[in-house]
């Protein structure tokens, strides 16, 4: 038996003592946020000036664009220093410095990880001007922690007091942001892999590997069951606006926390003016547009990783220590290949064989100077000659250009292995097989523009020359972009809009067609579900029955129909869920019977779908016991699921559940009007504890409001809220 850790026991002890302490975070004003602004002695040549609007979304306005770099890192810090904090410990694993030995095993595995590899190198290659719109916002971050009047609440009760960023630092983030969704699939499917016979395996890993080539019913029914994770964006020409101009839509979809992981911000300085997204911590705009272009993008879900068996292969050894808060230090023994390290031996992608990562990632790649290029591209070619240096993480890049005969286009913008044609037998690549990092095909090759609009929503990209990818996500959002755009003529940005609320998942009426008829007649009290479910229109609102019905049946019947660990393993990538509706669809009617009286009940228990569909926003230390709920958002009705376009995330569903994956934020612009850019996110702005700000922007998001970020500086100044002046 495990003995308790006692260390680790009084630190929890300790901090839920001081949050007691502290009790509830006290309100704050966003007068009162603004005053915590350091507004003195700035390392910049002319002052900067900062127009903030009732949201604290900020318009930085500077004379020059290293000024510009300085402000917008003094608005990064002030905004969500604490965020950016944990980010910069986990890009280097530094996370038991805070929380001590519960941090150990994090730390390990993302120290095996070695995201900040490549750093030195990316350091060594970034163009000047480039250098030093970075060291101006690390000067900006520090500027803001050296002299704010008060620091985030966090570092009081966690003891914890923030040293100053390094060019390092900001980098290492950038990698941290680059991660590979790839590696949760890994993960997942080396798990799963031991856990069944050989010739389980067999049978499965050609069928995942199949993908969107598997017919009807599977095909179209397989989204139900989606588990992948990802993000939504279209580009209309201006031939299709209503106004003769283009028009873009983009939602991200992450992790659901709070603070979220984007800010909005407006920048301003001679030369360059950029409204968009932007992920904390990191200098560059994301999601958004400039006065010639506007741009979004989606994961790409590019295999830009490769597990390789090194058993017999030979290895170099370092150590390394972890610092423990509250205990001894840890010496770690760490292992590398000349494929890369070997991750196998922490938690993230364990595995009784030698395993190591090769992964894009570690070799140097200047995404930052890509994005800074992006941010100031004005035509469609400009866009994807800024991108041929992005490598990770792969996107798929959209941008459409303003003017009456702006176009559309899209560019694949990662660095691409050059596999070898062989097959895989599994996740596992040997040695011989495995690609080299220094034969990359840049994705800008394979590229395209014109006056139709342009849509993804992580699906399959065309054919191309190298594979971009192995796993993506089902074609249901992706075709009813295409739908409603299509459907739309002209295009306007109310339909825009729409897009980002669309609840509805037609491909959920094919199974359910291909089932009805199989069911057996009912007894009375199932005789109410099936009805609900007959009916049904596919639409996912949060006061949806259908929806409800529809998804505990499905539920019921995969958990009745496939063994648990086979599920847990096909689960894990789309393309084995097409095999989980096959199943599904050749199900017995005695299965269906009960499957139909597993939704029956749940239908008379919760009544709709968002009785049981709950998103809750939660701050990290919402994970506290006892305490917990003084920082979180209080649960409601969440409309979506897995593949509607407005994604609210889930598991199969036995019963009420927490939203904890999907849209976290919107962008819409229309290029008719540069000020007319709509923003929001699921939470707001500002990272501090009780603020105004801190979750003001939920109301917006639930009634489909957006706010409007301007992109002339002008109309910014015009903000009717408060201007701080950030002099030399």
Not at 282 to 296: E, F, S, T
Not at 300 to 326: C, F, N, W, Y
Not at 697 to 726: D, F, K, N, S
């Amino acid at each position: 038996m495990r003995r308790p850790n006692l260390a680790g026991l009084a630190l929890v002890a300790g901090l839920i003592w001081r949050v007691v302490r502290a009790g509830r975070p006290p309100p704050v004003t966003t007068a009162a946020r603004l005053r915590n602004i350091p507004c003195q002695g700035l390392p910049v040549r002319e002052p900067v000036r900062i127009h903030w609007d009732e949201h604290q979304v900020p318009g930085i306005e500077a004379a020059n664009e290293p000024d510009l770099a300085v402000g917008l890192g003094v608005v990064h810090a002030h905004l969500r220093l604490a965020q950016m904090e944990l980010m910069r410990r986990l890009a280097t694993g530094r996370v038991a410095e805070v929380i001590g030995r519960a941090g150990i095993e994090l730390d390990h595995a993302l120290r095996l990880m070695r995201l900040d590899r490549a750093v030195p190198g990316i350091a060594a290659m970034l163009l000047r001007s480039t250098r030093v719109w970075a060291e101006g916002f690390v000067a900006g971050v520090n500027h803001h922690i050296a002299h704010a009047p008060a620091l985030p609440p966090e570092f009081r009760l966690l003891g914890l007091t923030p040293g100053p960023w390094t060019l390092a630092d900001l980098l290492a983030v950038g990698r941290l942001a680059a991660t590979d969704v790839s590696w949760l699939v890994f993960a997942r499917l080396l798990h799963g892999q031991a856990r069944l016979s050989g010739a389980e395996w067999e049978t499965l890993w050609p069928l995942m590997q199949q993908g969107d080539t598997l017919p009807w019913p599977a095909r179209e029914a397989e989204a139900v069951l989606t588990l992948v994770r990802g993000s939504n964006s279209a580009a209309v020409p201006a031939r299709r606006g209503r106004d003769g101009a283009g028009m873009i839509a983009s939602d991200p979809h992450l992790a659901i926390t709070l603070p979220p992981l984007w800010l909005i911000a407006g920048l301003h300085a001679p030369g360059l003016d950029v409204v968009g997204l932007m992920i904390p911590g990191l200098p560059v705009v994301a999601l958004g547009r400039n006065r010639w272009i506007a741009w979004g993008g989606t994961n790409l879900h590019a295999a830009s990783s490769e597990l390789v068996d090194v058993a017999a292969e030979p290895m170099t050894v370092r150590q390394e220590v972890i610092r423990v808060k509250g205990g001894r230090p840890v010496t770690l023994t760490l292992r590398e290949t000349r494929f890369g390290p070997v991750v196998s031996d922490g938690i993230l992608l364990s595995s009784r064989r030698p395993l190591a990562l090769r992964w894009v990632g570690h070799r140097p790649s200047d995404e930052m100077t890509a994005m800074l290029g992006v941010m100031r591209a004005r035509d469609f070619a400009g866009f994807r000659t800024a991108l041929e240096g992005f490598a990770v993480p792969g996107q798929t890049m959209l941008a459409v250009e303003a003017g009456p005969s702006g176009r559309a286009g899209r560019v694949i913008a990662a660095h691409l292995p050059r596999r070898a044609d062989a097959p895989l037998a599994g996740p596992v690549c040997p040695p011989h097989l495995a690609w080299t990092l220094d034969d990359l095909v840049p994705g800008t090759a394979f590229a395209g523009v014109g006056d139709i609009p342009v849509v993804s929503a992580n699906d399959r990209p065309e054919a191309t020359s190298v594979p971009v990818g192995f796993f993506f996500s089902p074609p249901d959002r992706v075709r009813r972009l295409r739908s409603l755009l299509e459907a739309a003529d002209p295009v306007t940005p109310e339909a825009m809009r729409a897009l980002q609320q669309d609840v509805r998942q037609p491909a959920a009426l094919g199974l359910r067609d291909a089932l009805l008829p199989r069911i057996p007649p009912p007894s009375p009290q199932d005789a109410e579900a099936l009805r609900v479910l007959a009916a049904w229109d596919g639409a996912y609102d949060a006061s949806s029955r259908g929806a409800l019905v529809f998804e505990v049946f499905v539920a019921a019947l995969a958990h009745r129909l496939v063994p648990a660990e086979s599920l847990a393993l096909l689960t894990a990538i789309w393309s084995g869920r097409a095999l989980i509706a096959r199943r599904i669809a050749q199900a017995p009617p005695r299965a269906l019977g009960a499957a139909l009286h597993a939704a029956a009940r749940a239908l008379r228990r919760h009544g709709t779908w968002g009785a049981v569909h709950r998103l809750a926003l939660r701050h990290p230390l919402a994970s506290l016991p006892l305490v917990g709920g003084r920082y979180a958002v209080p649960d409601f009705a969440a409309a979506g699921g897995n593949d509607t376009l407005n994604k609210t995330g889930h598991g199969l569903v036995r019963g009420r559940h927490r939203v904890t994956f999907g849209a976290c934020a919107r962008h819409v612009s229309d290029l008719a009007d540069p000020n007319a850019n709509g923003f929001v996110l699921l939470g707001g702005q500002d990272g501090w504890l009780g603020s105004a700000n801190a979750a003001d922007q939920v109301p917006l998001w639930r009634a489909g409001c957006y706010i409007t970020v301007p992109l002339q500086p002008e109309a910014a100044r015009a903000w009717p809220h408060h201007t701080r002046l950030l002099p030399p």
